[in-house]
Structures are given as structure tokens and as C-alpha cells.
């Protein structure tokens, strides 16, 4: 006992070294990522190279003039880009985080049935996996319309075409972690003459975490591209995917807004991811040797 | 009553190709201390297993308190302790130990105060808190009997609990796991393949051959009670441990006997 009350202090000592480690890691790659940017393209517009594709300014703008970009006013007299595209992101933000929701609700219910009945992942499983063969953009479509009809909100028919890119990897892996439960705390629920529900519960669900989580930080990223490129057969202006269509009909004016979108759309896939990853710190106790 | 009745009792696998268990007949009395002990693969997990009703016999029968193996689970007669732990890495101590409680419907505090009692009885005090990874191996097993041993099962089924321990934490959950037996007042049938622990621990010994398994030989061990760290050193302690080793050469467990070498 006393030993582990000496250990704690140390351990937070450690965690806080890592942290700082990790925050550095992060200013580290953030500097040659830019390094690389500006270093290809100042290489490639001094010597005159166009292959594969000529640099200059509309290609490839300064980082940091994209960055200045998000500072300065959409329109003449308008808003600033950073307030627009804030607005477009949480706009897109709700269309995901319901997506998300869904698709992982319907992933988890299916990778359960699938695993409790043996014909259906046989029969079922080949139609889930054509189901992610067929393209987004001839799926979006037919989902915008279709729904259309039944008189759903368009950012909710978005959200659908979100789902349906986040629930594949959840039932993959639901039906994955629900069969990686011990054998032996398997006996040991059949000793105690466990149902089936109960098992499922106790047992198999909690061991499953680790491989939902892992199929929950692949789909929150998903259901925002999911939600972007589901925003543009809908026509819906108000999201980062309308800003995105909207820019790229600009782009030879003015190539920044685009670009500036871009790095907003990666920043909301990041956000998405993080919060995962906060939700699993909170939620899967496990030995500290399984978290990367 | 017996507790346990085992009757011309034989499993083979395979469709009758591997034959692991032949002819089994044993009566274990309540409140005795039954250890299984021979080679590697000669069925004395299998023949626990069968007793717990996780396995089927090919044919032969076994009743647990007179009652088929397969009823006498349904009613929850029995706790099992396997080599590992299989503790719930997400659940605390006090969690893990309360499970089966959970699985029978115990309401909240029946639960806790019957926790507080195993957590007493396994001297884990303090520790309820903690998850099985910041034990030691020695600790989670004790958890482990704990939780074998909350709902107070008339038999505990043992596999080789203490196989993968170290000589010292073994010797140590021995002496504690006796203190246990005697203050619950439980029958244990225990799976081994140390012949010491084997004679400390039991009230008898089955020795079992190499494959297939038959019973070579039943030694009764009649070390007073309660044993204690001296009784690893009475003379009679020794001849006990020879005769058991003589039954198991006999019986062809010379695996058995490499290891004993080293005891």
C-alpha cells in the first residue's frame, strides 16, 4: 500500500515529462511540415521545375499568408474568413457529431446481432461490405433526394450520408472485440450459469471497448468527411462544404479562402478525433501498458 | 452425503481417438480437501471440468451435493479459481470480487458487505479500490479465490491456482488458502502438479497416470490440523511426499517427478 501512495507523486511527475515530450513532439513536426512546404516550393519556383505541377502563388500559398488569410474579411465589408468559416464549421460540426451518433449506434446494434447469429454475419456481411464499395458521391445523391421526400431537414439528410460512412468500421470491430473476450472468463460466466444478455454485458461489451474505440477514432474523422462531401449534392451553403465549392469556383481569384478551408476541415477532423480520444481516457480502465 | 460422486466416469476427444480419462470413480466427502495430481495431459483439469459441467463426459456420471453437474451449476453450487486470475481489468478489486453477486441479482449493499467480508478474509484490505493490474500476481489470485468464494459455494474447484506463482508467494496463499478452508468450513477439490503442496495442502491425494487417466492410487493424509509452516518439516510430511512419488512413478508420471526434483 504504502508503496503505491509513494508511487503516485512520481507517476504525475512523469505524466506531466510526458506531456511537455508529447507537446514538444508536436511544435516539432508542426515546424518541418511547414519546413517542407516552404522549402519545396521556394526550391521548385527558383529552379523552374513544373513537374508534377508549377508552383507559385495560386498552387501553393505561403503558409503563413494562409494563415493571415483567416484574419481578413470574406467580402469587402464582410465578416472575417476565421468568423465565416467558424460558423460553416459548427454548422458541419452538428451534421458529423449526428452522423457520427447514428452511424455508431447502428454499427454497434449490428456488430452485436451479427455476433449472435451466426448465419446472418454470413449472409448479412458481404451486402455491408459491398455497401462500402459504392461511392459516397453516387450514394449522397440518391440519400439527399430520397429523403427530400420524406420532408427531412437537409443537414439531418447529411448527417445520414455521415452515418454511412461511420458505421462500418464499428461493426467490424464490435463483432471483432465481442469475440475477443478471455475463454476462461467465459467458463467463468458459464460457472455462474450467466445468460446470454448477461454475458453480453458484462463480459463481452467491456472487452470489446478497446476495438470500439479503436473503430470510433476512424469514424468520428469519417462522419466529417462524410458530412462534407454530403453537403454539396444537397447544396447546402452553410457548411465547410459549401465553403469548399463556393472557394473553389474562386480559386484562381483567390486561392488563400481555399486553402485557409482546408486547414479549418483538418482542424474539425482533429477536434473530432480528440474527443474521442478524451472519451476513452474516461470510460476504458485498462492496464496503463495497452495506452499508447 | 458425498459432495462429489464421480462414477465410471471417461472423456476422450477427437471422436474416441485421445482417450484422457478412464474409469474414474471418486467420493469426495463435505468438507474435504481432495487434490488431483499426476503428469502433464493425464485429464485432472479435464476431470475438474467435468465436476464444474464447463466439459461433458464421453460417459460415467457425476453429481455435485446429489445433484447432476449440470443442475448443481445452474444453482450455482460451485466457485472455480483457475491458474490465472481472469480477473475484469476494468473492474476494482471490490468490483471483481462482487461480479458473481451482481450475476445472481444480490441488491447493493448485500453486495458491499459481503465484499468487505472476502476482502477481510483474503487480507486485501485497503486494496479494494485498486485495479487488478497494480496487484501482484499473488494478490490477484487471491482476488480471485475471493471472488470464487463470495457467494459461498458448498465446492471450490481449483486449477492449479497457484501454478504460476513463485515458490514463496505459493508456499504463502497455501498456508493462507488452509486458514480459508478452515474458517468457511468449504470442500475443495484442487488440481496440482506439485506433490508438496499437493500433501500439505489435502485431506487426500489422487494420483493420476499419465494418459489415459485412471486413479493409480488414493494417499490419505493424516498431517494434524491445522497445519502450519512446521509442518512442512515433520518426518511424516516427507514420507507422505515419498509415498505419493512412489504412487506416481508407478503410475508412469515421470514428468512429474523431474519437477519434484527440484522441490
Known amino acids: 500500500m504504502s508503496a503505491i501512495a509513494l508511487e503516485r507523486p512520481r507517476a504525475r511527475a512523469v505524466a506531466v515529462r510526458r506531456g511537455i515530450g508529447r507537446g514538444a513532439v508536436f511544435v516539432l513536426v ?44 470574406a467580402r469587402v465589408n464582410g465578416p472575417l474568413l476565421i468568423t465565416l468559416l467558424w460558423h460553416s464549421a459548427l454548422f458541419t460540426a452538428k451534421e458529423a457529431a449526428v452522423g457520427f451518433a447514428i452511424g455508431a449506434s447502428v454499427g454497434f446494434v449490428l456488430g452485436v446481432v451479427l455476433a449472435h447469429f451466426r448465419i446472418l454475419q454470413r449472409g448479412l456481411l458481404p451486402y455491408i461490405v459491398a455497401s462500402q464499395t459504392i461511392p459516397i458521391i453516387a450514394i449522397a445523391p440518391m440519400v439527399v433526394v430520397g429523403l427530400g421526400s420524406y420532408n427531412i431537414a437537409a443537414w439531418l439528410r447529411v448527417a445520414v450520408i ?41 463480459l ?64 474539425l477532423g482533429i477536434f473530432f478525433f480528440l474527443a474521442v480520444v478524451v472519451v476513452e481516457r474516461l470510460v476504458v480502465r485498462r492496464a496503463p501498458e495497452h495506452n499508447a | 452425503m458425498s459432495v462429489v460422486s464421480i462414477r465410471n466416469l471417461s472423456k476422450s476427444f477427437g471422436g474416441g481417438r485421445v482417450t484422457a480419462l478412464q474409469g474414474i470413480n471418486l467420493e469426495v466427502e463435505r468438507g474435504e480437501f481432495v487434490s488431483l495430481i499426476g503428469p502433464s495431459g493425464c485429464g485432472k483439469s479435464t476431470l475438474l471440468r467435468i465436476v464444474g ?76 479500490g485498486h485495479h487488478p493490474w497494480q496487484l501482484s500476481g499473488g494478490m490477484q489470485q487471491r482476488v480471485s479465490i475471493a471472488r470464487a468464494l463470495s457467494f459461498e459455494p458448498a465446492l471450490l474447484l481449483m486449477d492449479e491456482p497457484f501454478g504460476a506463482l513463485d515458490e514463496m508467494t505459493r ?45 493409480a492410487g488414493i494417499v490419505s493424509v493424516d ?35 523431474e519437477e519434484a526434483a527440484f522441490e
Open chain 1, 162 to 202: 455521415a452515418a454511412y460512412l461511420t458505421f462500418f468500421p464499428v461493426t467490424v470491430n464490435t463483432l471483432r472485440g465481442l469475440q475477443s473476450a478471455d475463454p476462461r472468463a467465459l467458463e467463468l460466466m458459464h460457472s455462474y450459469a450467466a445468460s446470454r444478455w448477461k454475458i453480453l454485458w458484462k
Open chain 2, 53 to 128: 459441467d464447463i466439459i461433458e463426459p464421453t460417459s460415467g456420471e457425476v453429481t455435485v451435493n446429489g445433484k447432476t453437474a449440470r443442475r448443481a451449476r445452474l444453482d450455482r453450487d460451485y466457485g472455480i479459481v483457475f491458474q490465472s486470475p481472469v480477473l475484469y481489468e476494468w473492474r476494482t478489486v471490490a468490483k471483481n470480487i462482487s461480479l458473481p453477486l451482481e450475476m445472481f441479482g444480490w441488491d447493493r449493499g448485500r453486495r458491499a458487505r459481503r465484499v468487505e467480508e472476502m476482502v477481510r478474509l483474503v487480507e486485501l484490505e485497503t486494496f479494494e
Open chain 2, 171 to 215: 508456499e504463502r496463499l497455501n498456508l493462507e488458502l488452509l486458514r480459508i478452508w478452515a474458517e468457511i468450513g468449504s470442500t475443495i477439490l484442487f488440481v496440482t502438479h506439485s506433490i508438496s503442496e499437493a500433501v500439505f495442502l489435502s485431506t487426500r491425494v489422487v494420483v493420476l497416470s499419465a494418459r489415459p487417466g485412471r486413479i
Open chain 1, 204 to 267: 463481452r461489451v467491456p472487452s470489446s471497448l478497446p476495438y470500439l474505440f479503436s473503430a470510433f477514432k476512424v469514424s468520428a474523422t469519417a462522419s466529417v468527411v462524410g458530412a462534407i462531401i454530403g453537403e454539396a449534392p444537397s447544396s447546402i451553403p452553410n457548411g465547410l462544404g459549401g465553403a469548399i465549392i463556393n472557394f473553389n469556383q474562386y480559386y484562381a481569384l483567390e486561392p488563400k479562402n481555399l486553402w485557409a478551408t482546408n486547414l479549418v476541415a483538418a482542424c
Open chain 1, 30 to 73: 508542426a515546424l518541418l511540415l511547414w519546413g517542407l512546404w516552404e522549402g519545396y516550393r521556394w526550391l521548385w519556383i527558383r529552379e523552374g521545375w513544373t513537374k508534377p505541377f508549377l508552383v507559385d502563388d495560386t498552387s501553393m500559398p505561403h503558409l503563413h499568408a494562409i494563415v493571415r488569410q483567416l484574419f481578413e474579411p
Open chain 2, 223 to 257: 498431517l494434524p490440523q491445522p497445519r502450519t509452516a512446521a509442518t512442512r518439516e515433520d518426518p511424516r510430511f516427507f514420507e507422505l511426499v515419498t509415498e505419493v512419488r512412489e504412487r506416481l512413478h508407478a503410475a508412469g508420471a515421470d514428468e512429474v517427478l
